[in-house]
């Protein structure tokens, strides 16, 4: 069975800070990893990750992919408080379907 | 924002009752899916479909029906609604890359 794990559950940081969010996976098939960031509605895409080791870059998100590891970090840096979402990391075991983590929670305070 | 609505957006029903929740995407994406976000679950494939008249399980099936008789449509029905059902069901579509998720539709089975 796929699965994916986020960590940690849940991160309150200050504006202005830095933050990694993390990503492992067991697939039996990986394709591609994606990352999403969730405010009080649907997910929106943030980045898809093929390769290892190239970094995805927008603004002050970047996100990178480690096929060794099998795993992924998604950075923030100069947090700010519309950064407060919860960000979720799925992958595509190459059938077409995303599985899911469950999320890191993440709040910015002022 | 995809190009995929959702209707209706909200909804509450009874215990036994059919419903059918429906998604259109004005994308012309091949690959549509139904989801489940509930606390402590995540998001749940339910069914997706990759063509016309083509659709397959995913991880929580039971209960849940679906049909693709056009491109731009794909209709989830439960059969007969049950408390464990009450979730937000979104809808998502793709090309085969990145996955885009509809606005989401709220149900509430009593």
């Known amino acids: 069975e796929d699965k994916v794990v986020q960590s940690p559950l849940s991160l309150v940081v200050h504006e202005g800070d830095t933050v990694t969010l993390n990503c492992s996976y067991e697939v039996t098939n990986f394709r591609s990893l994606l990352w999403y960031k969730q405010e009080k509605k649907a997910p929106t895409f943030l980045f898809m990750l093929?390769?290892?080791?190239i970094e995805k870059k927008s603004g002050r998100l970047s996100s990178i992919l480690d096929k060794k590891e099998l795993s992924s970090i998604l950075n923030i840096t100069a947090t700010q408080t519309g950064d407060s979402a919860i960000y979720l990391c799925a992958v595509d075991n190459a059938g077409n379907m995303l599985t899911f983590g469950g999320g890191t929670r993440l709040m910015v305070k002022p | 924002d995809a190009g995929i609505t959702q209707s209706p957006r909200h909804k509450v029903t009874e215990t036994g009752t059919p419903v059918t929740l429906r998604c259109h995407q004005t994308e012309n994406h091949r690959y549509m899916y139904w989801y489940r976000q509930d606390p402590g679950h995540g998001l749940r494939l339910i069914h997706y479909?990759?063509?016309?008249?083509?659709?397959d399980k995913g991880e929580v099936s039971d209960g849940y029906s679906v049909s693709r008789s056009k491109t731009e449509d794909f209709l989830l029905t439960l059969e007969s609604a049950t408390s464990s059902q009450t979730s937000v069901y979104f809808c998502a579509i793709s090309r085969g890359g990145p996955v885009f998720f509809g606005p989401g539709t709220r149900l509430t089975v009593l």
């Open positions: 479909s990759y063509g016309v008249k083509d659709t």
């Open positions: 093929t390769s290892s080791g």
